[in-house]
């Protein structure tokens, strides 16, 4: 059994390295990257790489502004219409695949604006055009007192207002017609949406209905029979990208107010680069310090504290890549908040051993007497800021608490480091004390 463990912890502590490798990094004239994964599971592809991610701050990317117009709204509905609009340029933002954006709204005289960053992005414009899209979807069907013409004057003649909208819409999703091979757009409608979409194809069967996007007409198919399931499908001349975009519009909702782009600044990585370099140093010459504070004061036992802490530092890092987490600054400090934490629960452990062997015991019983005792006070503590980072956080939205993304960037670090000292003070710790010791005697 003791193999077994022996076999598995390093076939972790392997996998865990080979995840922590810089990219491209060379030995000799090897090229060394990260471990990436990429092999079939029962028919499904899995592809995995595992990078480290940076935010704006560290990377750089880009800055937008933009201007919202209020003129249309009411006093009393200005704040909600901002903050609404802001939650769905966030979901727009995340849908199209950028890692911890930041959008804020901003206030400038009597001017409203909304602030995005995009770390990392490369295709700016089309990501404005997807920001700023309103995205206003409906369908319409004939009015019986303008007869169909012609396919070409169909929008002109579908003009009445089914009352079934963007609204209604649950789920829209990029799906491949099974005959042609084709992109569209399935829809799946909530209770209410399902039970408006099977009277209008009830009463419209041999008839169009009109799929309208924007006042822009998007298909216009027959009703072939009553769909009372709740789903469609919208078809056209779809590009996989078009279709992806189309179906991130309709998921995040129509923007309630109109906003236009009025500023648009690239940020370099050079500031970037030189802050990780001191963030790096920052943390270098910290760790350095600690670990020399537990070797000098604690003797073997802090060599093996050490050498956990050297372990939580890998397990974290593989952590953040194998998400992966967006590394901002903010983020950075997180993580080097948690490694005090690791050494805390070393000290608690270290300090209760020791009471346990001025009272004469032999070490083995300090050691099982004083860990015991320990254990209570580090997972109460851990605990504690675990639940502060999981306010901080902020999963469920709530309005008065933050929702910023460099503020879940620090929270969400924290709680990983935090965690993963939990860890190694309970078990690697443990686990190493009892390895180097037991093998002395």
Known sequence: MKILKTIILAAITIFIILIDLPENYKIGKYNINPLSLDFPVFGLRIKKDFKTHLGLDLKGGSHLVFEADTKKTKPEDLQDALSSARDIIEKRVNFFGVSEPSVQNLKSGNNYRISVDLPGIENVSEAIG??????????????????????????????????????????????FDSQTGKPQVALSFNAEGAKLFAEITQRNI????????????????????????????????????????????????ALPLSIKLVEQKNIGPTLGRVEVQKSLYAGAIGLTAVLLFMIL?????????????????????????????????????????????????????????????????????????????????????????????????????WEFLPQFGLVRGFALTLAIGVATSLFTGVVITKRLIEFFYHKND
């Open 297 to 397: 004061y604690y003797g073997r036992l802090g060599m093996i504290a050490s050498l956990a802490l050297i372990i939580y530092g890998l397990i974290s890092f593989a952590i953040f890549r194998a998400i992966p987490v967006v590394l901002t600054l903010p983020g950075v400090a997180g993580f080097i908040l948690s490694i005090g934490m690791a050494v805390d629960s070393n000290i608690l452990i270290f300090e209760r051993i020791k009471e346990e062997t001025r009272k004469g015991k032999e070490f083995d019983i300090a050691f099982r007497l004083g860990f015991g005792r320990a254990i209570d006070a580090i997972k109460d503590a851990n605990i504690t800021t675990l639940t502060v980072a999981f306010i901080l956080f902020n999963p469920l939205n």
């Open 130 to 175: 997807l920001i700023g899209r309103t995205a206003l979807l409906s369908f319409r069907e004939a009015d019986p007192s303008k007869p169909v013409a012609s396919a070409s004057s169909v929008l002109s003649t579908l003009t009445k207002d089914t009352g079934l909208t963007g609204k209604h819409i649950k789920k829209s999703s990029v799906t």
């Open 206 to 253: 041999g008839k169009p209905v009109a799929i309208v996007i924007d006042n822009f007409l998007i298909s216009a198919p027959t009703v072939q029979q009553a769909i009372v399931d709740g789903s469609a499908v919208i078809t056209g001349s779809f590009t996989v990208d078009d279709a992806k975009k189309l179906a991130i519009a309709i998921n995040s909702g």
